[in-house]
């Protein structure tokens, strides 16, 4: 009796314990990275889902502002609150930060705009999961594989910001998002470690890459625990996950296998090569934690909220170039020779992950970011999408449209039977600024009083 009086506290500790804007156990808030470039908007999206509200909605912005003006904070936070209270719900805000002009040079009066306009948004009614500096492992973005230089940034922002926001802090939650490490460490990138390198900052940054410590940067180093900024500086972790076909070139349109996004989260030792080595939501998210194997230092003691940052299962409706040889048998188009449709591609990828067996297996995976983008890269036209096509989709056909519009009435089906029970949607309000925030505020405060008081009750019945 007294083992299971103590689980009983524990787990009202746990309940009192929450990170910023983690929902209950068993609960899953789901949301989409919409186009907003392509004049796509949180209430189309919801539209074509034709369901229930979406629990949040993710854009980007960067901090250089020159780089790329129009995704300057300036130009891209006001359309993006704009367009959340078009919703008419409490959808959170998911922000995207990308210091695309480097870490040394993002100054203290960027960092407090950008606090500013974190209060702006709190006081509109809309929480904020904040991403900085995502897919860091990666060698597709500027500051990427510079671990060293990363923490120090990480470090220094979070601090401003939490400092900034005073007692809205629980409001914003910060995201810690490395790439799936299948791949790493991405020989051939355009912004790769120079593994040659002489300087003291590379010797540096390669010394801590070199997890299995054999002199070199290869496959079996781990892909997270270097760019690890410690569990006080994390409110979630989070991972960008991606099935884009059967293997490099990454032009063939295939179904993806049933545990093909648990490889990716978890790592397979038996094909790592594909999916990675590492077990990322052991080591982050699970009980345990991790522990360096250079230091013997605790790196996390995991029981961090997951956020897959950003998925898609890719259909592949065009080549750029007819004539590439990474054209099979002088197709026309990636599919000519394949059956499989955009609806049996993405509902087997959104199947595999939506269901109860796997958010029971995985329970602090507490929310789930779509990303809605049509788009060329690398060798094809891609289709990304989950939520059916933005508007005047570019690059697409007539019969494209009619199978992406397929792939959301497939996903809305399956939520209508029933198939999602833990999926957390957005709450509808009136009204938008401090009402609707104090309206937020008040439904979470008595959905945990509510809680807290079934635990308590619980205690005093096994005394």
């Known amino acids: 009796m007294k083992l299971t009086l103590l689980t009983a506290i524990y787990t009202i500790a746990q309940v009192s314990a929450l990170a910023?804007?983690?929902?209950?156990?068993?609960?899953?808030?789901?949301?989409?990275?919409?186009?907003?470039n392509l004049t796509d908007t949180p209430v189309a999206v919801n539209a074509r889902i034709n369901y229930k509200p979406l629990a949040f909605f993710q854009t980007d912005v960067d901090f250089s502002s020159t780089l790329k003006p129009w995704t300057a904070p300036s130009v891209v936070i006001p359309q993006f609150l704009r367009q959340l209270n078009e919703t008419q719900t409490d959808a959170i805000a998911?922000?995207?930060v990308y210091p695309f002009q480097g870490f040394a040079n993002i100054t203290d009066a960027q960092l407090q705009d950008m606090a500013n306009r974190l209060n702006q948004m709190v006081d509109a009614g809309h929480s904020v999961l904040l991403r900085f500096a995502s897919?860091?492992?990666?060698?597709?973005?500027?500051?990427?594989?510079?671990?060293?230089?990363?923490?120090?940034?990480?470090?220094?922002?979070?601090?401003?910001?939490?400092?900034?926001?005073?007692?809205?802090?629980?409001?914003?939650?910060?995201?810690?998002?490395?790439?799936?490490?299948?791949?790493?460490?991405?020989?051939?990138?355009?912004?790769?470690?120079?593994?040659?390198?002489?300087?003291?900052?590379?010797?540096?940054?390669?010394k801590v890459m070199d997890t299995n410590q054999n002199g070199i940067l290869d496959y079996l180093d781990?892909?997270?625990?270097?760019?690890?900024?410690?569990?006080?500086?994390?409110?979630w972790v989070g991972m960008s996950i991606?099935?884009?076909?059967?293997?490099?070139?990454?032009?063939?349109?295939?179904?993806?296998?049933?545990?093909?996004?648990?490889?990716?989260?978890?790592?397979?030792?038996?094909n790592g090569n594909s999916s990675g080595y590492y077990p990322f939501y052991s080591f982050f998210s699970g009980p345990s934690g991790c522990v360096s194997n250079i230091t013997n230092e605790v790196v996390s003691r995991g029981n961090k909220p997951l956020?897959?940052?950003?998925?898609?299962?890719?259909?592949?409706?065009?080549?750029?170039?007819?004539?590439s040889t990474a054209n099979p048998n002088n197709c026309s188009v990636p599919y000519c020779q394949s059956t499989a449709t955009r609806l049996d591609i993405k509902r087997a990828w959104?199947?595999?992950?939506?269901?109860?067996?796997?958010?029971?297996k995985f329970p602090m995976m507490k929310a789930i970011s779509t990303f809605e983008f049509i788009k060329e890269e690398e060798l094809t036209w891609r289709d990304f999408t989950m939520f059916g096509p933005a508007p005047n989709p570019y690059g697409d056909t007539e019969e494209s449209v009619a199978q992406a519009t397929a792939v959301v009435n497939g996903f809305t089906a399956d939520a209508q039977a029933g198939m999602f029970p833990f999926l957390v949607y957005a709450n509808a309000v009136q009204t938008t600024g401090a009402v609707a925030a104090t309206k937020t505020s008040s439904a979470a405060s008595r959905h945990f009083f509510k809680c807290l008081v079934e635990m308590v009750g619980l205690v005093f019945s096994l005394i």
């Open 307 to 323: 956020l897959i940052s950003e998925t898609a299962a890719t259909f592949h409706f065009a080549y750029l170039n007819v004539s």
């Open 135 to 206: 897919e860091m492992n990666g060698n597709w973005f500027t500051y990427g594989q510079d671990p060293i230089g990363f923490i120090a940034s990480w470090k220094r922002c979070i601090t401003f910001w939490r400092n900034a926001l005073g007692e809205k802090k629980n409001k914003v939650a910060f995201v810690w998002s490395p790439n799936s490490g299948n791949g790493y460490p991405f020989p051939g990138g355009e912004y790769a470690i120079n593994v040659n390198g002489t300087d003291q900052a590379t010797l540096d940054n390669l």
């Open 222 to 235: 781990d892909p997270y625990m270097p760019y690890y900024p410690g569990d006080e500086y994390v409110d």
């Open 20 to 36: 910023p804007l983690e929902p209950p156990l068993g609960k899953v808030l789901l949301g989409a990275w919409y186009d907003r």
């Open 350 to 360: 959104w199947r595999s992950f939506l269901n109860q067996n796997f958010v029971d």
């Open 242 to 270: 991606y099935h884009y076909g059967k293997e490099w070139k990454w032009v063939d349109n295939v179904v993806p296998e049933a545990d093909k996004f648990e490889h990716y989260l978890q790592g397979n030792p038996t």
């Open 94 to 96: 998911y922000l995207t």
